[in-house]
């Protein structure tokens, strides 16, 4: 064995595949109406991904997928993500479905998986309240047992997709009578029935998410996952899937796009803007910030395909990916000068004013699944062995 | 995808750092102030192999990889190894790479006893090369002049340019009797080869100085108390530390990518050179920075080891350049080969 950078040969037939695709699915009219809905989710998308098996290649073959392995499928992921294609509602529910697989019963998986891997659900999550976020332990939305049935009253916030989805993984309070952590229960809550409230929420990227609110809403205790107060035990293993993914894409798509811009414009005399040194300072910058967070993000997957589950490796890439693209977007934006303000709709604006999204974008990618301040306390204490606070 | 040094290389790891740890303990750093040579040091790194690692086999050396060397420059960057290593090793395998009676000579000087032969990272302005990189205790530099890769004793050593690293820098003067090794587009080849190898290894260097600075500052967020508690289980302190940690893990990536696609993906070799010496030195500087500051007074002093590393982390890649002026070569790499593209 000796060191070697290259992902395989496996990586780079499915990333060829996941481009091809793409080109083909991928459309302008796809883009502007995600653009212009603010919905990154489409089922014709999301069913075209399940019978070109690019919705779970990693998935053992049993269930659909491809047995493929964690850097096969996380070259094919930087793809989709470097696309900029709408991919989130097939991430939460290929999670949920991971969850399940691991935690669920015999029943659970056999009416779920199915419908979750060939694209016929989407499922959303639940976790975030308006009063409880990073510290998500703290959710209030009570789970009360009525026979067979459980009664569920209480809010979500950021509910993304809720609108377009089966079912919400909502974790619970069952038991407010001991400690935060110990009293919480997921369940898997059909979102289409009475007492059910889907209120959209505009952020200012342009990205539409929802906040659900639940009326005695009631579900069957076939569709509890996880031990009645085991929700935190859940919610950890939920967590451990979203370690190998991809980071720096929507960087590396602003960066080919600044790129271009460069090679194509040029200043007051003429002169193209190629040459000047600080375009090339901020360009060559960011090129190799992009390079940390995509390489950050391949050791977790490498990590994995090792045989060890990735822990402290993806918050370091996802801290890092996260906090550079928030530098990189304000920073082309001062580059492209008064002009980076543009935005798209504006023909004058540079690459449909990608700078400007993403300068907007970048806000939430630094706060869900996760802020970079979580992120730093995991790295503080688990790598670096700093006291707790 | 393998991320693991192979066997021989953590030899090759092991037998540096325990080297190292032997004959550059931070006494002999500061001892080599200001002048930044230990000449003692640089005798034991050619009796280690250091130099003729660098060099092909064909001509006197053992052939090693720019990764293997990496991972060495690495451990001299660790321990503020003050002794030419980086310039030295990129000096002679330029000779090697060049041939002809003039570069084999020299090279055959350089490998000798007690001849200590280095690089000018820049051509020369005014007819001086400025702050050579073991200029001050070299007797012969390779350099590259209007088209021309030449090389010439150095007349008048021994007077150190004062400088943040105690670095043992020197502005040498062009001597008109300088030998001519190659010309033209050869020469231009070998000299941007050779700049490119050098911000690879300073690239290592610097994870080294990063990451060490950082363990300094780490471990003394744990020792020190305020307020009753160990100053790491403040957040403004302990996110200031996961941040440094990031950026270097990540340096230490990105260079030894680069430092592997000199073998094994060449189109992109010089721009990784380029990105990773700049994103390093970027690195080292923050981390040394974060944990020179959360020493408070202490690390104002220059008892406490973290103002090593702190000056070391800015003025060892100044000798090339700014990190803005790397990350502009790369940039122009990467521009160039998309405009090829189309």
């Known amino acids: 064995m000796t060191m070697d950078f290259r992902l395989g040969e496996g990586s780079d037939a499915l990333r060829d595949e996941a481009r091809r695709f793409l080109d083909e699915q991928l459309t302008d009219d796809l883009r502007e109406q995600m653009h212009r809905t603010g919905v990154h989710h489409d089922w014709d998308f999301h069913k075209a991904r399940v019978e070109s098996g690019m919705l779970a290649p990693g ?26 294609a709408p991919t989130y509602g097939g991430s939460t529910t290929l999670m949920v479905a991971n969850v399940i697989r691991h935690m669920g019963t015999e029943e659970q998986k056999r009416l779920i998986v199915p419908q979750a891997l060939s694209g016929e659900i989407i499922i959303v999550l639940g976790f975030t309240e308006p009063e409880a976020g990073s510290d998500v332990a703290a959710a209030q939305a009570r789970a009360v047992r009525d026979g067979d049935e459980w009664v569920i009253n209480g809010q979500k916030m950021f509910t993304t997709n809720a609108q377009e989805a ?3 993984f909502l974790l619970t309070r069952t038991n407010p009578e001991v400690a935060k952590h110990k009293g919480l229960t997921t369940f898997l809550v059909p979102l289409r029935q009475p007492g059910v409230e889907i209120q959209p929420v505009f952020t200012v990227s342009g990205e539409r998410t929802n906040l659900t609110f639940y009326s005695d809403v009631r579900v069957d205790d076939s569709l509890r996952i996880g031990e009645v107060d085991g929700g935190w035990e859940v919610m950890t293993v939920g967590l451990t899937f979203e370690r190998s993914l991809p980071q720096g894409g929507d960087s590396r798509r602003l960066l080919r796009a600044m790129e271009r811009w460069a090679l194509t414009s040029v200043d007051d005399a003429g ?119 | 995808m393998d991320l693991n040094p192979s066997e021989e290389q953590q030899q090759l790891i092991d037998a540096f750092a325990a080297f190292y740890a032997k004959e550059c303990p931070v006494e002999r750093v500061r001892a080599a102030e200001p002048s930044g040579h230990d000449a003692e040091l640089w005798a034991s790194l050619r009796a280690m192999g250091a130099l003729e690692m660098a060099v092909d086999e064909e001509s006197g050396g053992w052939g090693a990889s720019l990764l293997d060397m990496a991972l060495v420059a690495e451990q001299h960057g660790r321990h503020l190894g003050p002794a030419p290593l980086i310039e030295g ?34 051509p020369p302005q005014g007819g001086v090369l400025s702050l050579v990189p073991g200029g001050s ?83 003394y967020a744990k020792e020190r108390r305020a307020f009753g508690v160990p100053i790491g289980s403040f957040q ?107």
């Open chain 2, 236 to 342: 403004a302190v302990a996110h200031g530390l996961a941040d440094a940690a990031t950026a270097v893990e990540g340096s230490k990536l990105l260079a030894r990518e680069a430092a592997w696609s000199a073998s094994e993906d060449a189109a992109r070799a010089t721009e990784l050179a380029c990105l990773s010496c700049g994103f390093s030195a970027e690195a080292a500087r923050e981390a040394s920075y974060r944990s020179l500051h959360y020493h408070g007074g202490y690390g104002f002093m220059l008892e406490f080891d973290i103002q090593l590393y702190f000056r070391r982390a800015k003025a060892w890649p100044a000798v090339f350049g700014e990190p803005s002026s790397m990350y502009a070569r790369g940039a122009a790499e990467r521009l160039s080969a998309a405009r090829t593209d189309g």
């Open chain 2, 89 to 122: 090793q990129v000096a002679a395998k330029v000779l090697a790479r060049t041939g002809g009676d003039a570069a084999a000579e020299t090279l055959g000087r350089a490998l000798g006893d007690d001849h200590l032969v280095t690089i000018a990272l820049h």
């Open chain 1, 166 to 168: 089966d079912y919400v």
């Open chain 1, 271 to 389: 002169r193209p803007k190629s040459e000047d040194a600080d375009v090339r300072a901020r360009l060559g910058r960011a090129a190799a910030e992009i390079e940390v967070s995509t390489l950050l993000a391949r050791r977790c997957a490498w990590v994995q395909n090792s045989g060890t589950l990735p822990g402290v490796e993806g918050s370091m890439a996802k801290l890092f990916a996260t906090e550079a693209l928030t530098r990189q977007s304000a920073d082309f934006m001062d580059m492209l000068g008064p002009d980076g303000i543009r935005a798209d709709g504006d023909p004058a604006a540079v690459a449909h004013g990608i700078a400007e999204y993403l300068y907007r974008f970048a806000l939430g990618t630094t706060t869900y699944g996760g802020t970079s301040e979580i992120q730093r306390n995991i790295i503080a204490q688990r790598v670096l062995g700093l006291p707790r606070g």
């Open chain 1, 59 to 84: 998935w053992p073959v049993e269930y659909g997928g491809q047995g493929r392995d964690a850097l096969e499928v996380l070259a094919m992921a930087e793809e989709f993500q470097t696309a900029g």
């Open chain 2, 137 to 219: 205790v070299a007797d012969e530099v390779v350099f590259f002049d209007h088209g021309r890769l030449k090389c010439m004793a150095v007349a008048e050593r021994g007077r150190p340019v004062p400088n943040t690293g105690s670095m043992p820098l020197a502005d040498v003067a062009v001597d008109p009797a300088a030998v001519e090794l190659v010309s033209g587009a050869e020469a231009e080849g070998l000299f941007e080869s050779a700049r490119d190898e050098w911000l690879v290894l300073m690239a290592n260097a610097l994870v080294g100085v990063g990451a060490r600075s950082l363990e300094l500052g780490v471990d």
